[in-house]
């Protein structure tokens, strides 16, 4: 073939695909009616989501996933989390529906929802260790939180309570202290992580032998006892409330009145549970301020109208008047009146505690006198004791006579 035909003809075929590539391009200049509209339509609809789930439906799992993993896309993998659920924003706090439930629809709505079908891993022993003043204030704010949460139930329930506390002590988002940990969120107007610390409980007298218990249980969770059925459980609340944040935690077992909860994927596994021990029970500002992020207690000024705090409802009241808590026993005045200082209401409506409360709290730990008994409940008298028997007579020793032989 001549050499000028040969390149006439390579110019031909690139100018064909390049008409070629340029007509492909141009679908929007096709015609609506045309077959090869239509074709293009389809082609463009399994190139969607829609028809990418298509596709995948009659996929096998595993291979699902492994193409999922090489998905370039940007995704973020949410552990499992449910649906609706992966993320939560306290601007807008979720309810099931126009109202929060009540006690009994709580109750319905608790049984309902499943636990983990995974199986529970169990915490290591914990060991109190320190000086001993520090060990004192230690057993006292254990045996606080054992008997004002779960006293009166029975003794399973008490000691997944001390688990929870002990497994906050380990949790990086917690102090590092079991007092830190109890007296948490003590002095905010919008609640407290154990409520007995801010709705007056402490004050008022306690049972001797709840007591006793409590403390029997608090001493052997502070020695090394585990309670497996709770493994790595960080929240719970009383049966008789649902909290918006109970969906978004992994709800583990439900023991005497209250259904405990773990975080969700690498943060509710054992090995994220690396926090020590501090060894000073000292309770700070900080923590009489703090507040864990999944409650109501981190949410937004503006976002806390009249929804369920954990164990009870926050009523929401007017400036210059007493907050008030619901629960089944009846409403209960905890805090003190309403300041209408701005700064006050960014810290959840209550001021800051001063350094004589502060200081007053640590004192109070520091003094492990005997609890407070109820006047009402006369003690049993004993029988007194039989008298002493009367004192014998001392032998006298025999008289030396003497002999003359």
Not at 145 to 169: C, D, K, W
Not at 249 to 278: C, N
Request: proline content about 10%; hydrophobic content about 40%; charged content about 20%.
């Amino acid at each position: 073939m001549p050499e000028l035909d040969r390149q006439s003809m390579v110019k031909a075929v690139g100018a064909l695909v390049v008409l070629g590539g340029l007509s492909a391009c141009a679908v929007g200049r096709v015609p609506a009616g045309s077959g090869r509209a239509a074709a293009l339509t389809t082609i463009a609809g399994s190139l969607s989501d829609a028809g990418l789930a298509r596709y995948a439906a009659d996929m096998d799992p595993a291979m699902l996933a492994l193409a999922r993993r090489h998905d370039p896309r940007p995704h973020k993998d949410y552990w499992g989390r449910v649906q609706g659920w992966e993320k939560l924003d306290l601007h807008l706090i979720p309810r099931l529906g126009d109202r929060d439930p009540d006690f009994e629809e709580a109750r319905i709505i608790n049984g309902l929802k499943a636990a983990s079908p995974l199986a529970v891993e169990p915490s290591r022993p914990f060991m109190l260790t320190g000086a001993k003043d520090q060990r004192d204030k230690a057993l006292l704010c254990m045996t606080q939180a054992v008997y004002f949460e779960a006293g009166f139930e029975p003794i399973e329930g008490q000691r997944a309570v001390a688990q929870t506390v002990i497994n906050r002590v380990r949790h990086p988002g917690y102090p590092k202290s079991i007092c830190g940990v109890v007296y948490e969120g003590a002095a905010r107007g919008t609640g407290c992580q154990f409520s007995f610390t801010c709705d007056g409980s402490l004050q008022r007298p306690i049972s001797p032998v709840v007591w006793t218990n409590a403390e029997i249980v608090a001493r052997q969770a502070l020695a090394g006892h585990v309670m497996k059925d709770v493994g790595a459980a960080t929240h719970y609340h009383a049966a008789y409330v649902y909290p918006y944040w109970a969906p978004t935690l992994v709800k583990l077992r439900t023991i005497g009145t209250h259904v405990f909860y773990r975080w969700t994927g690498p943060s509710g596994t054992q090995a994220a549970f690396r926090g020590r021990y501090s060894g000073d029970e000292t309770v700070s500002a900080d923590i009489l301020m703090g507040a864990d992020p999944r409650t109501l207690e981190a949410a937004p000024p503006g976002s806390l109208a009249a929804v369920a705090t954990g164990r009870e409802a926050l009523v929401p009241v007017a400036t210059g008047e007493s907050a008030k808590i619901v629960s089944p026993e009846g409403v209960v005045e905890i805090l003190p009146p309403m300041t209408g200082d701005p700064a006050a209401a960014m810290r959840g409506g209550r001021r800051l505690p001063t350094p004589e409360e502060i200081d007053r709290i640590n004192k109070a730990l520091g003094v492990l006198e005997a609890p407070p008994v109820d006047a009402t409940v006369k003690p049993v008298e004993a029988a007194p004791p039989p008298p002493p028997p009367p004192p014998k007579p001392k032998a006298r020793p025999p008289s030396l006579v003497n002999r003359l032989d």
